[in-house]
């Protein structure tokens, strides 16, 4: 009943729709570079995605979509363990301890909830409302360190963290379940819409024109960046005069997260420069790092086979270590068949 002695990294995305920048920055790029540097498990959340309607007979190939996108953003599966949320039926056993660990008020506070169930919750789902509960278990049941995700998910991270302190408090397991911390840094943590830049980039938002998609061909890129929303100044010299301009400061934020720079970095190269000129270069960026993965993308994809077979090689390895997690926590909470 020990933490693990090595750092372990846990994500997921939903196959909820395309994959977008943001998701692209804020996630992808991040697991990638992870990979390398600790045992990493990255899921797809089918479990997550169903909390609001999928249509059942394009699940499995939204599933497929997502994977294929983490083989072309660079996730190795010989490194990685790639995998569907429910193939491993762990993640939602222990998520039904963890719903009777958290507390009805902390799940009251999540934001995200109130986003997406605006002024309608009483016709969400009550798993969309649980979800924070069962993202602690898909972290949990790896004893995952580390959490690379987008700003959007801090708080859910929290919510991870409270859970697992309760879950050692309450049953007198001191560092049963580590406190993993969330890695959010860098300019891609919160990549914002193309059209406004005080909200975040998001599958969801009905202008395509919002966001960039990892399939945009370059033509769209270039269309998508050059509409996007901007002001007339030029760029300043630093970043506390870029505050109040949100595109600006989203537009030199992107560039930054693309090129691996800091936004200081782009500023320094770009101070005085206007927009004519900055996007045609942000462009040509994007366009650059972007089509490859999207022309990976379409090649994993024409091969579903392919991606069936690392899935279910993954999955069958997640168990491995789900498996052991769950069968103690039956035993800690004291279950007949624990
Ligand atoms: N705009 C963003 N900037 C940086 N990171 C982002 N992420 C999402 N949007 C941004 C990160 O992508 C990962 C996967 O997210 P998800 O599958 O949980 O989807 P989501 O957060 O629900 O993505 P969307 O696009 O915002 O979908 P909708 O519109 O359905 O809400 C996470 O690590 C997330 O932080």
Partial sequence: MTT?????????????GALHLGNYLGALVKFTRLQHEMETFIFVADLHAITQ??????????????????????????I??????????????????FNCVARLGWL?????????AGKHKERESVGLYTYPVLQAADIL???????????DQKQHLELTRDIAQKFNHDFDVPDFFPQPEAVIEGPGARIMSLRDGTSKMSKSDPSDYSRINLTDDADAILQKVRKARTDPEPLPE????????????????IYAALDGRTSADVLTEFAGVGFGTFKPRLADLAVAKLGPVGEAMRRY???????????????ARAREVAAPTLAEVKSIVGYWAG
Avoid at 4 to 16: F, K
Avoid at 108 to 116: A, E, L, P, S, V
Avoid at 246 to 253: D, F, K, R, S, T
Wanted: proline fraction near 9%; hydrophobic fraction near 40%.
């Fill in 4 to 16: 693990p002695r090595h750092p372990r990294v846990l994500s997921g995305v939903q196959p909820t």
């Fill in 53 to 78: 309607w999928q249509d059942p007979k394009l699940l499995k190939s939204q599933v497929r979509e997502i994977a294929a996108a983490y083989l072309a953003a660079g996730l190795d599966p010989k």
């Fill in 80 to 97: 990685a363990t790639i995998f569907p949320q429910s193939a491993v039926p762990e993640h939602a056993e222990l998520a039904w301890v």
């Fill in 108 to 116: 009251d506070r999540m934001t995200q909830f109130k986003d997406k």
């Fill in 141 to 151: 049941i790896y004893k995952a360190t580390h959490v690379p995700v987008g700003e």
């Fill in 238 to 253: 630093t970043l506390e005069e870029l505050k109040a301009r949100p595109e600006a400061q989203n537009l030199v934020g």
């Fill in 301 to 315: 994809m024409s091969d579903p086979a392919e991606i069936d077979r690392i899935l279910t090689a993954g999955a």
